[in-house]
């Protein structure tokens, strides 16, 4: 399918998984590659399915639904609604990933149910993370991930895209996250509302911090968040890239900028919008109830050893609980063999079950009023935690650890006492 105009990453996909060549602004209907449920939403999924459409997915394989929002059940209500979600799976074919096996989007990154080229749709606003590895992926409800079920396809105008080039190379102590936020800031948090962004990295940042990079994009207001396959990056990972894929040269974009890494320092998003953004050295001292290292921005293995680099031989402030989630269980495990886990629970972290925690405010280390909680996660918003008049910084692992030693915000040459030149400066 050869485009008459160049195309972006975006008018791409949607052109070969639909039946036209599209360009920003058109209509486009599309097939569906993944569907995916998360357990928060899956009662009202189900009764779209069933009361609203009267249907059974389309291609059962082709739909997952993942039980990790509030996972153990928090309550009885909670425990029906995963009962719900099992007997649905059964009957009608559908994947279940159950209780421990992890976070959605690091699942399906797993289990390898998002590839270059596909289109996934999740009913979590953070599905933009399949871009990590150049899949469209957004975040719907209930409703259109009900259609996208039943007839294996859906519709939507396809996005204006957004240019972000990366130059230079990271310094010692910054990270994918640091980067993340730096874009948010620099786009602002609808800077990207309904577009897609589009990130060339070249051979830079791991599969998992392509997922990092693309899991923010949403809290730039975007569509999708879609990192152009450079170098050996995703072919290392067995994923096969189709030459299509790539975006044209001349492809027209809304807006253009550049992130010049070299001349990064670690960054840390205050309370409470994540565009909200500060060198970490700006916010040094603040005191700090809760350290927060998970979620599916920040959960994986990568980012445990970040944080038990600065752990390694040291204690949690006594002032301070540090709450580590793993992002799944494949990444517990690897944790476990790798002594990492041995490592933090020494320092005195305490441990959840692979899933959300209390990202979404509803267990498993929810805030009280007028704590302060550092976290790795995605949001900051009021009330996202816990109670309305808790704050919430967001950050990398490495500054998460560094805080939960200091009991205040920290950088880790604080910790580790290396004095990486210009890192904090």
């Given at each position: 399918?050869?485009?008459?105009?160049?195309?972006?990453?975006?008018?791409?996909?949607?052109?070969?998984?639909?039946?036209?060549?599209?360009?920003?602004?058109?209509?486009?209907?599309?097939?569906?590659?993944?569907?995916?449920?998360?357990?928060?939403?899956?009662?009202?999924?189900?009764?779209?399915?069933?009361?609203?459409?009267?249907?059974?997915?389309?291609?059962?394989?082709?739909?997952?639904?993942?039980?990790?929002?509030?996972?153990?059940?928090?309550?009885?209500?909670?425990?029906?609604?995963?009962?719900?979600?099992?007997?649905?799976?059964?009957?009608?074919?559908?994947?279940?990933?159950?209780?421990?096996?992890?976070?959605?989007?690091?699942?399906?990154?797993?289990?390898?149910?998002?590839?270059?080229?596909?289109?996934?749709?999740?009913?979590?606003?953070?599905?933009?993370?399949?871009?990590?590895?150049?899949?469209?992926?957004?975040?719907?409800?209930?409703?259109?991930?009900?259609?996208?079920?039943?007839?294996?396809?859906?519709?939507?105008?396809?996005?204006?895209?957004?240019?972000?080039?990366?130059?230079?190379?990271l310094r010692p102590g910054v990270g994918a996250k640091d980067v993340a936020l730096e874009m948010i800031r620099v786009l602002g948090a609808d800077g990207a509302t309904y577009q897609s962004i589009e990130m060339h990295a070249g051979n830079r940042f791991t599969r998992g911090e392509r997922m990092t990079l693309a899991n923010l994009c949403v809290e730039a207001g975007a569509k999708s968040g879609l990192v152009v396959p450079g170098g050996e990056i995703l072919t290392d990972y067995g994923y096969d890239i189709p030459d299509w894929v790539y975006p044209d040269e001349g492809a027209a974009y809304v807006r253009e900028i550049e992130i010049d890494l070299t001349a990064l320092n670690p960054r840390m998003s205050a309370p409470s919008e994540v565009d909200n953004v500060h060198d970490?050295?700006?916010?040094?001292?603040?005191?700090?109830?809760?350290?927060?290292?998970?979620?599916?921005?920040?959960?994986?293995?990568?980012?445990?050893?970040?944080?038990?680099?600065?752990?390694?031989?040291?204690?949690?402030?006594?002032?301070?609980?540090?709450?580590?989630?793993?992002?799944s269980s494949q990444v517990m495990e690897q944790a476990l063999e790798d002594g990492t886990m041995l490592t933090l629970q020494r320092a005195g972290a305490v441990f959840g079950t692979p899933g959300c925690g209390p990202c979404m405010g509803r267990h498993q280390g929810v805030l009280a009023p007028g704590e302060v909680c550092v976290s790795t996660s995605n949001r900051n918003f009021i009330g996202r935690m816990g109670d309305k008049e808790a704050q919430i910084y967001l950050a990398s692992p490495s500054v998460a650890a560094a805080t939960a030693v200091m009991g205040c915000v920290a950088l880790p040459e604080d910790v580790l006492g290396t004095g990486v030149p210009g890192v904090g400066a």
């Open positions: 399918m050869t485009a008459p105009q160049p195309q972006t990453m975006a008018e791409k996909i949607l052109s070969h998984r639909g039946d036209q060549i599209v360009y920003a602004g058109d209509l486009a209907v599309v097939e569906v590659d993944q569907v995916m449920v998360v357990d928060s939403i899956a009662q009202s999924f189900i009764e779209r399915m069933e009361r609203d459409l009267g249907a059974k997915p389309k291609y059962p394989g082709r739909v997952s639904i993942v039980i990790d929002h509030v996972a153990p059940a928090s309550s009885v209500s909670v425990a029906q609604s995963h009962k719900e979600a099992r007997e649905y799976a059964a009957q009608t074919g559908v994947r279940l990933f159950e209780v421990g096996r992890g976070i959605c989007h690091q699942v399906l990154m797993e289990e390898r149910l998002a590839q270059p080229g596909w289109i996934v749709l999740g009913s979590d606003s953070h599905s933009t993370t399949y871009g990590a590895v150049a899949a469209f992926g957004s975040g719907m409800g209930a409703t259109d991930i009900a259609l996208a079920a039943a007839s294996g396809k859906i519709w939507l105008r396809v996005p204006e895209s957004v240019k972000v080039m990366f130059t230079g190379d970490v050295s700006e916010l040094r001292g603040l005191k700090v109830d809760q350290v927060f290292i998970g979620t599916c921005t920040n959960g994986r293995i990568e980012d445990l050893h970040a944080a038990a680099e600065v752990l390694r031989g040291r204690k949690v402030n006594p002032a301070t609980r540090l709450l580590v989630i793993p992002a």
